[in-house]
């Protein structure tokens, strides 16, 4: 210990200095700031990635919603047809003076149901394909969750490489951030 305030006031400045120093004159200080430039650029593109996909699997979402309320119209017009042509079916039992015109009724709600039942099925194919979309986007937006998560994580420990001076944590963070990097391409995959 020092003697006096002044004393170890100096002591400390003298210590900063020299690291700073140290910082400075280090080659592995100037390799690990290049490194985390680098992988912060990594980790945006990522991170971009990864909204754009999340959103992405939100509109195949709204689109495959969107899709089945048209199935449902459909549907419900293909029924609301049906209960028409068994109307004038039985009218036509009823009356042989308008059968003909009957007939000629059904004839009509028929292909107006089958008209309808095909759209339907149509909207409901839609329906899978877009939630079948969304589950891919929901599996892109996971995996790059991951590969961005491990970018940022590769950024704090290559810091530690220039804090403690030590080459080890720079290793571990390029080792971690290649694991990064390989799941974001795996989510394309």
Do not use: C
Not at 127 to 150: C, F, I, K, P, W
Request: proline fraction near 2%; aromatic fraction near 6%; avoid cysteine.
């Amino acid at each position: 210990m020092s003697d006096s305030p002044l004393e170890e006031l100096e002591l400390h400045e003298h210590a900063e200095h020299a690291i700073e120093a140290a910082h400075e004159n280090s080659p592995l200080v100037s390799q690990v700031t290049m490194t985390i430039a680098v992988l912060a650029v990594a980790a945006a593109i990522s991170a971009s990635l990864e909204t754009s996909e999340s959103d992405a699997a939100i509109q195949a979402k709204n689109d495959a919603v969107l899709s089945q309320d048209r199935a449902t119209d459909q549907w419900g017009f293909a029924n609301s047809k049906s209960l028409r042509r068994k109307v004038y079916e039985i009218a036509g039992d009823q009356s042989a003076a308008k059968a003909a015109y009957y007939a000629k009724q059904v004839a009509h709600e028929t292909a107006d149901e089958q008209k309808a039942t095909a759209k339907a099925r149509g909207f409901e194919k839609e329906t899978a394909g877009d939630l079948e979309r969304s589950e891919s986007h929901e599996q892109r937006h996971g995996r790059l969750t991951v590969g961005s998560t491990l970018l940022h994580m590769s950024i704090a420990i290559a810091t530690l490489a220039i804090i403690l001076t030590r080459r080890w944590p720079w290793i571990a963070a390029i080792a971690l951030s290649v694991a990064g990097i390989a799941v974001d391409v795996w989510a394309y995959l």
